[in-house]
């Protein structure tokens, strides 16, 4: 089976049919035989950084062809549809931490709030891929995995605020 690009369809060659009707059965052998299926060369491969390459409009029409085809996996590419939005939170809300956390003054020097910024942004990290994982190779909704960092560290940043010296 080889793929004709002059017609956009498969070819067969070397042919066998077989047509059942009950206990009679009919046998059909072709040297060539050109076959319509809805499956393109490209949906053979299997590529692990098609979801990187696409831009979200195609990754949302991916993952629906994918569904309709009943694929496994689909919730790597739902997650990642679902952090490309969280992810602009995401550096905000780090930033206002980290803006918050460096606004503290003490006589002992800054040692002190670099370290801790660089915890809270070591924590979020693991945060971050812990709910990615989960949601890959468990049960977790894909939609949960990516805001849940972000919530939490949403949550985070408002005391830090709140405890911050005006």
């Known amino acids: 089976m ?9 070819k067969l060659s070397n042919v066998t049919e077989r047509y059942i009707n009950g206990l009679h059965e009919t046998v059909n052998s072709r040297p060539e035989m050109h076959m319509n299926l809805n499956i393109k060369p490209g949906d053979l491969r299997n590529d692990e950084y098609l979801k990187d390459k696409l ?3 195609d990754l949302k029409n991916y993952i629906r062809m994918e569904e309709l085809r009943g694929s496994e996996g689909l919730n790597t590419l739902r997650v990642e549809l679902y952090r490309r939005t969280a992810t602009p939170f995401a550096v905000l809300m780090l930033t206002i931490i980290g803006a918050v956390v460096s606004s503290r003054k003490v006589r002992g020097g800054s040692g002190l ?7 809270i942004a070591v924590i979020y990290i693991l945060c971050d891929r812990f709910s990615t994982v989960f949601s890959i190779k468990g049960d977790f909704p894909p939609i949960i995995a990516a805001w849940l960092p972000d919530v939490i560290f949403g949550g985070v940043a408002y005391w830090l605020y709140r405890r911050t010296p005006k």
């Open 113 to 119: 709030h670099l370290a801790l910024g660089i915890v």
């Open 55 to 57: 831009i979200t409009p």
């Open 2 to 10: 080889t793929w004709d690009t002059s017609k956009k369809n498969w």
